[in-house]
């Protein structure tokens, strides 16, 4: 619940202005008091008397409406929530956030306040993808913004890929994660989870077996807490977790990319299945049946992410967390990968086929740092999650 929550919603211009509508009345069902701020491009999406109909308050659109003035300083504005919001976060207001312009009044506002800001980012996959808008967000990222969203999929522009603004039950569940005083809250933290593929060839690819479900619950335990979380992850089956950064990738090599994009972190939980080999040369041609005989495939080795980040001189984490799922020895293969990728903790277990653990509902798992081998007691696996983002709370403390 967000009762008595002051949000200053800024609704920049874009089609996804209208999604904003939705947040406004589901943050007011939800007991928060909204100002609406409405930017001269928001506008030309929605109307100022819808946005002040829904928030039941006047929106402020103007720098220098001098009732405004009377009534309420752009400074004061900026300062009277708990929270401001950007949403839709265009290309153009990222920009001006990031080397502080202002010159109207959502800006202005940014440039403001002392309230803590979080934006959901929305616009054409290009200009998304563009290096400036990445350079921006990474700036944005470093100044202690939050970010929710994008998301990926079909655009209004006709185009698919990541620039979507993120649903308003996303943004909301970001919101209160952020508004909920819990152990983590302000703790920026970095979970790898799900599978990678590797392509063999443009409809093919090599890949582990994973479903990403103990990432995501591991995530949704340290949201629960009030962690930021920064979720890189594979095609999984299960649906990433509400409240999260999602980073989609395929293979190892995006996700080390993304997961240096993430840094700095206070910790890094590497619970994806990430296939240590890639077809080498994978061919840009989908491979034909021919009559010399099955096609040879060379591999070449992916980058070890985790011991890459165990290893940074610079950003490394303070708490890195590793996983390994053996078929047997269990303690004794563990303890050699917790030696030999450098982490700070391994959380081990059991996956051999008698073990019940892949595909079930219950694990055993056992952690392992630099006091030796603690055994747990077996658990429901949202148990685990729970417990592990405990620890890590108390880790960061
Ligand atoms: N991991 C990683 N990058 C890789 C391989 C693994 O970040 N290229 C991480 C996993 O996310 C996990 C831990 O390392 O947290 C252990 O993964 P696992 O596949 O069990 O380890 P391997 O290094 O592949 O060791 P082995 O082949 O001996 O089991």
Same mark, same amino acid.
């Given at each position: 619940m967000l009762t008595g929550k002051h949000i200053l919603l800024i609704i920049g211009g874009g089609i996804a202005a209208f999604k904003s509508l939705d947040l406004i009345r589901r943050l007011r069902e939800r007991g928060a008091v909204v100002t609406p701020v409405l930017t001269n491009a928001g506008e030309a999406f929605v109307t100022p008397l819808s946005v002040s109909a829904l928030a039941g308050r006047k929106v402020f659109r103007d720098l220098f409406d001098l009732t405004d003035e009377a009534e309420m300083g752009h400074i004061q504005l900026s300062r009277v929530a708990d929270l401001v919001i950007v949403?839709?976060?265009?290309? %153009? =207001?990222?920009?001006?956030?990031?080397?502080g312009v202002a010159n109207d009044l959502a800006s202005t506002l940014l440039l403001a306040t002392d309230t803590p800001v979080m934006i959901a980012p929305a616009m054409n996959v290009r200009m998304w993808q563009h290096a400036a808008t990445q350079r921006n967000l990474e700036t944005l990222r470093r100044d202690g913004t939050?970010?929710?969203?994008?998301?990926?999929g079909d655009m209004a522009c006709g185009e698919f890929g990541?620039?979507?603004?993120?649903?308003?039950?996303?943004?909301?569940?970001?919101?209160?994660?952020?508004?909920?005083?819990?152990?983590?809250?302000g703790k920026r933290i970095l979970v790898t989870s799900g599978p990678t593929h590797e392509p063999i060839d443009p409809v093919r690819y090599i890949a582990n077996r994973s479903s990403g479900a103990q990432g995501t619950a591991i995530a949704r335990g340290l949201i629960a807490l009030g962690a930021e979380v920064i979720f890189v992850t594979g095609p999984a089956e299960v649906s990433p977790p509400e409240g999260a950064q999602v980073v989609s990738v395929q293979t190892a090599q995006e996700m080390l990319t993304a997961v240096h994009a993430? =840094?700095?972190?206070?910790?890094?939980?590497?619970a994806a299945a990430v296939a240590d080999w890639r077809v080498a040369?994978?061919?840009?041609?989908? =491979?034909?049946?021919?009559?010399?005989?099955?096609p040879r495939l060379e591999f070449a080795e992916n980058p070890d992410i985790l011991k890459e980040v165990s290893h940074l001189e610079e950003n490394r984490p303070k708490l890195v967390i590793g996983f390994a799922a053996e078929t047997n020895d269990v303690v004794d293969n563990a303890v050699a990968k917790w030696k030999r990728k450098g982490c700070d903790w391994i959380v081990a277990n059991d996956v051999s086929t008698g073990s019940g653990v892949m595909g079930g509902s219950e694990n055993?798992?056992?952690?392992? %740092?630099?006091?030796?081998?603690?055994?747990?007691?077996?658990?429901?696996?949202?148990?685990v999650a729970r417990r592990l983002a405990e620890r890590i709370a108390q880790a960061l403390a």
């Amino acid at each position: 619940m967000l009762t008595g929550k002051h949000i200053l919603l800024i609704i920049g211009g874009g089609i996804a202005a209208f999604k904003s509508l939705d947040l406004i009345r589901r943050l007011r069902e939800r007991g928060a008091v909204v100002t609406p701020v409405l930017t001269n491009a928001g506008e030309a999406f929605v109307t100022p008397l819808s946005v002040s109909a829904l928030a039941g308050r006047k929106v402020f659109r103007d720098l220098f409406d001098l009732t405004d003035e009377a009534e309420m300083g752009h400074i004061q504005l900026s300062r009277v929530a708990d929270l401001v919001i950007v949403a839709p976060a265009t290309a %153009d =207001l990222m920009a001006k956030m990031t080397s502080g312009v202002a010159n109207d009044l959502a800006s202005t506002l940014l440039l403001a306040t002392d309230t803590p800001v979080m934006i959901a980012p929305a616009m054409n996959v290009r200009m998304w993808q563009h290096a400036a808008t990445q350079r921006n967000l990474e700036t944005l990222r470093r100044d202690g913004t939050q970010v929710v969203g994008p998301n990926e999929g079909d655009m209004a522009c006709g185009e698919f890929g990541p620039g979507r603004m993120a649903e308003p039950m996303e943004i909301i569940a970001s919101i209160e994660a952020h508004l909920t005083d819990g152990p983590l809250s302000g703790k920026r933290i970095l979970v790898t989870s799900g599978p990678t593929h590797e392509p063999i060839d443009p409809v093919r690819y090599i890949a582990n077996r994973s479903s990403g479900a103990q990432g995501t619950a591991i995530a949704r335990g340290l949201i629960a807490l009030g962690a930021e979380v920064i979720f890189v992850t594979g095609p999984a089956e299960v649906s990433p977790p509400e409240g999260a950064q999602v980073v989609s990738v395929q293979t190892a090599q995006e996700m080390l990319t993304a997961v240096h994009a993430a =840094l700095p972190v206070e910790a890094g939980i590497f619970a994806a299945a990430v296939a240590d080999w890639r077809v080498a040369g994978a061919s840009e041609r989908k =491979l034909k049946k021919s009559k010399d005989g099955v096609p040879r495939l060379e591999f070449a080795e992916n980058p070890d992410i985790l011991k890459e980040v165990s290893h940074l001189e610079e950003n490394r984490p303070k708490l890195v967390i590793g996983f390994a799922a053996e078929t047997n020895d269990v303690v004794d293969n563990a303890v050699a990968k917790w030696k030999r990728k450098g982490c700070d903790w391994i959380v081990a277990n059991d996956v051999s086929t008698g073990s019940g653990v892949m595909g079930g509902s219950e694990n055993t798992v056992m952690l392992i %740092d630099k006091n030796g081998v603690e055994n747990w007691p077996t658990m429901p696996k949202t148990d685990v999650a729970r417990r592990l983002a405990e620890r890590i709370a108390q880790a960061l403390a």
